[in-house]
């Protein structure tokens, strides 16, 4: 494609002259960014928040949408390993597609990411009220703009440290979710074949059959629960050894993340007392009847310190993308020197304040449309990055030293065809949303951007990188 860009032939961010081009701090190992990686997939609040849903609409069928969905995220760890470790830049998705399928499939990746990463955390943060309630009663909107508040003075200290913190947090949400699935068990009303059942309670008391076209529609979501171990590659340029760190980070937490999450819903599955109970997707409330109300109360406080947990690590994930994109031009010039600005810890700090504040402020908004657009953003995503992994092996990047994945290409085209006909069995108001969304994109690209090709949105890799 004419528009694609190549490592080695991208100006470094063009610099102010006599200026060097930010560079971010290499500061952590595989341990230190699987902490990071799993704490943004937030297994707890995924499993509190999100999978409630899910047992809404699918009932007995969700933990089986959800094991497909995390068979597909193989492919796509696979896809996001070899670009990660090709590419290993803080732009994540957007610079991989650029430099591999051209400047505007980047350009249009970034979009879809910045909607995931904008609207994602607040929306988890509402949901801390929820937990806290066995403390105190809390208004949703205000306990998700205090918990956006923390998350953003968090992402201000150094990545070391808050690998720390988050690997603390991630311990409690372990436990929370090894207790669920203990008492799920412990308590099972049913045996394992009610995994693969296919039934959700319909109004009335009735029982009705879950269809493989709904399991199909629910898999949008099911990708949005292990979602997070792409974080890895935005962490790319702090871990040290990228070319063999990413890849063993990102296959690392898509594994154990797909472990927490799939045995407690199992559990959870075998262990309901009714299918009513199981489809009303009340966890807590059937903790409480396993146990007792002090057990429900600890794990409802894990559940809380894992959606302030997903909230810092989402904060630190977001403003390298927005520090990245300013690096590479995608702005005017003013708006370019602000994010890129380093504070004394070496994090983005402006960048930082730009995710975290206007995070606090859509607390206070009602986003219950924007799961749609986010299930479609995240499958869109998934789509280009796989475009990008189909296209991995050509000319200079053949021989460039990065790990590969097995089964190339019946890997990245066999996720471009499931993630197609996914899109396309989506309900048609999130189509819209997110295609308007990308549309106006796309109008921004083609009156600022491709214009300025020379001085905008000229993505760039790390010097070690390039060597």
């Known amino acids: 494609m004419t528009d694609t860009l190549r ?54 069928a969700t933990a089986l949408t959800i094991a497909i969905g995390s068979l597909l995220c193989i492919g796509v760890a696979f896809c996001y390993s070899e670009l990660g470790t090709l590419i290993p830049s803080a732009g994540g998705e957007y610079a991989m597609v650029t430099t591999l399928a051209g400047r505007l499939a980047g350009w249009l990746v970034f979009v879809l990411s910045l909607l995931v990463v904008m609207i994602v955390p607040p929306v988890i943060a509402m949901g801390t009220a929820d937990y806290l309630a066995p403390l105190v009663h809390l208004d949703p909107s205000v306990a998700g703009a205090g918990v956006m508040g923390l998350a953003t003075l968090a992402g ?54 879950v269809t493989a076209m709904l399991v199909v529609s629910g898999l949008a979501i099911a990708l949005f629960v292990t979602q997070g171990f792409s974080t890895a590659v935005y962490l790319s340029e702090e871990l040290e ?115 975290g504040v206007p995070g606090a402020a859509l607390c206070f908004v009602n986003l219950d449309t924007l799961y749609g657009v986010t299930g479609v953003s995240v499958t869109g995503m998934y789509l280009l ?52 969304i990308t549309a106006v994109a796309t109008l921004y690209w083609a009156f600022y951007l491709r214009p300025r090709r020379d001085t905008r949105w000229l993505v760039s890799l790390p010097e070690d990188a390039q060597a």
């Open 385 to 436: 990055v796989a475009i990008a992994a189909l296209l991995a092996r050509r000319g200079d990047h053949r021989h460039q030293s990065a790990w590969r994945m097995p089964l190339w290409p019946a890997v990245p085209v066999l996720l471009i065809a499931v993630m197609a006909y996914i899109l396309v069995e989506q309900e048609v108001s999130y189509l819209l949303w997110t295609g308007g």
């Open 7 to 60: 490592p080695t032939a991208v100006p470094a961010a063009a610099p102010e002259p006599g200026a060097s081009p930010q560079k971010l701090k290499r500061s952590i190992g595989v341990v230190g960014g699987t902490l990071l990686t799993l704490s943004c997939v937030t297994p707890a609040s995924t499993l509190f928040v999100v999978v409630p849903d899910l047992f809404g609409d699918l009932g007995t």
């Open 241 to 355: 050894n990228p070319r063999t760190s990413v890849a063993r980070t990102v296959l690392a937490t898509l594994a154990i993340s797909t472990v927490i999450i799939l045995v407690p819903v199992a559990a959870i599955t075998m262990g309901a007392p009714d299918l009513a109970a199981l489809t009303s997707g009340n966890i807590s409330g059937m903790v409480e009847a396993w146990s007792n109300s002090a057990v429900g109360t600890f794990v409802s406080l894990c559940v809380a310190l894992a959606i302030i947990n997903a909230g810092i690590v989402m904060v630190i994930q977001n403003s390298r993308v927005l520090f990245a994109s300013a690096r590479d031009k995608a702005w005017p010039e003013p708006v370019n020197r602000g994010l890129a600005k380093l504070g004394r810890f070496g994090s983005p700090w402006v960048a930082t304040l730009v995710v």
């Open 156 to 209: 201000l200290l150094d990545l070391r440290a808050n690998a720390w913190i988050t690997g603390i947090f991630l311990v409690l949400e372990v436990i929370a979710a090894a207790v669920v699935a203990v008492l799920g068990f412990a308590h099972s009303e049913r045996g394992a074949g009610s995994l693969f059942s296919m039934q959700v309670a319909g109004d009335g008391g009735h029982t009705d059959t």
